[in-house]
C-alpha cells in the first residue's frame, strides 16, 4: 500500500467522520454560550464589552502568542498524532473551566474560589473561570483545527478533496446549529449552566474520536510514509514562513480568511441577542433563526465543494460569496425586512468562501508546509476573532448608553461587520484578478481525480 489515499472510500470516508465529529465538538463549544447572552449576563452581571472580551480571549493565544503559528510548525515536527492528541485534550480541559466556573457549586466558595476571587478581585470569581476556560479552549481549538485540515488532505488530496473539506465543514457546523438551538432548552428545562456542561460531554466525545482516529492512521499508515515522518532535507525550517509570506496568492486568502471569518463568526456570537432585541423574537427562536446560516452551510458546504473539485473556478467562488455577505449586513442593520432571508443568503455566503478558500491552500503550498501554512492563517485569523467581538461590543454599549438589555440598537455594530465585509470583497476581486493573470497555481482548474 502506497498511501492512505488507496485505501477503500469506505475507510477514508470513515475517517473524516470520526475527525468532523471531533471539530463538531469543538464549534459546540465554541458557540454555546451565544444564544444565552442576556441570560449569562444578567446572572454573572457583566457588561456587553465584558462579553466580547470573554468571546474574544479564544483568540487570544493564537494571536498574541502566535499559538496557531507554533501548532502549525509543531504539527510539521511531530505529526499529526501527537499534536491532535495534545490540543484536542486542551479543548477538553478548557470548556470543563467554564463550565465549572459557571455553576453553582463554585459560585458558593466551591474548590479554588477563593483563590480565584484573590486575583483581579474587581473581575468576579465565576467570569474569570469563564475567562480561564475559554482561553484554554482558545489555546487548543484552533490548532486542532490546523490538524483535521493536514489529516484532509493527508487521506484526500488527489481524491475528493474539497468534497472532503466540505463535508468535514457541514459536519462541523452541525455542532454550531445544535449549540444555538439547544441552549436554550437546556436553559428553560433544567439550568443556565447546563448548556456548558453539555458542551463539555461532547467536546469529551469528540476527543475520544480523536483517539479512535490515532490508532486508525497507525494501522493504515505505512511506516515509509512521509507524511507520518518527513525526510531529513524536507523537516521544516524557519525560511518555511518567508517563502509564505512571498507567494501573493496565499497572502490574499491569508486576508480574505481574516477579514471573511471576523465578519461572520463574531456576528454569530451577537446574531441571537440581535434578533431578540430589534425583530422582538423570543429567545429560543432567535438561536433557531441564527442557526439558520449554519443549516444552509451544512447543506451546500459539501455541494459546493464538489462543484469545486469538478469545475475549479475557487478564486470567483470566493468573490461571489463575499459580495453576499455585504448584502446580508446592510439588510440586517438597515432594514427591518424579515430576518430569515438574510440568514439564508449568509448560509449561502458561509459555505461559498469555505468551500473553495481551505481546499485551495493545498494548491498554492508545499504538503511539507500545509501545518505552517494552514497554522499562519488560523493565527491571522484569529487577530480577527479577538479584536472584533470587543470592538462590537464597545459599539453596542457606546450606541446604546443606559439602554436596558431586550431594547439595544444594534445598527453601527452590524454597519462595522458589513465593512469587514467590503474589505474581503476587494481582497477576492484581487485573488481573481491575480489568478486570471495566471500568477497563481491553477486556482480556477478543477481538480485532478
Known sequence: MSSVQ??????????????????????????????IKSIMQSELEFSNTAYGWLVSLYSFPNTFLAMSILGGIILDRWGIRKTGFLFVLLCVLGAFFSSYGASPYFSHGGFGHSLVASVFPSISPELKM???????????????????????????????LALAFGV?????????????ILSPVFVNYIHWTSALWAATFLMTIGFVCFIIYIQLDKKYTPKDDKSAKLAEDEVFR?????????????????????????????????????????????????????????????VFTPLFGYLVDKKGKRASIMFLGSGLLIITHLILSLTYLTPYIPMFILGIAFSLVPAAMWPSVALIVEEKKLGTAYGTMASIQNLGLWAFPIIAGWILDKTNPGVPAGSLDYTYTILMFAGLGVIGFILAYLLRRNEIKGKSHGLELPSKT
Open 130 to 160: 469563564l475567562m480561564l476556560g475559554r482561553l484554554l479552549f482558545g489555546l487548543g481549538a484552533e490548532t486542532s483545527i490546523v490538524v483535521s485540515n493536514k489529516i484532509m488532505v493527508k487521506w484526500f488530496k488527489g481524491k475528493e
Open 238 to 298: 524557519l525560511r518555511d514562513i518567508v517563502d509564505l509570506i512571498k507567494n501573493k496568492s496565499f497572502i490574499y486568502v491569508c486576508l480574505l480568511c481574516v477579514t471573511f471569518y471576523s465578519a461572520v463568526f463574531p456576528f454569530q456570537s451577537y446574531c441571537p441577542d440581535l434578533l431578540h432585541n430589534k425583530f422582538n423574537l423570543s429567545i429560543e427562536l432567535s438561536g433557531i433563526l441564527s442557526s439558520l446560516i449554519i443549516w444552509g452551510t451544512i
Open 6 to 35: 488507496d485505501l477503500s472510500k469506505a475507510t477514508r470516508w470513515f475517517v473524516l467522520l470520526l475527525v468532523s465529529v471531533c471539530i463538531s465538538a469543538n464549534y459546540y463549544v465554541y458557540d454555546a454560550m451565544s444564544s
Open 168 to 180: 468535514n465543514l457541514a459536519i462541523a457546523r452541525l455542532g454550531t446549529a445544535a449549540a444555538l
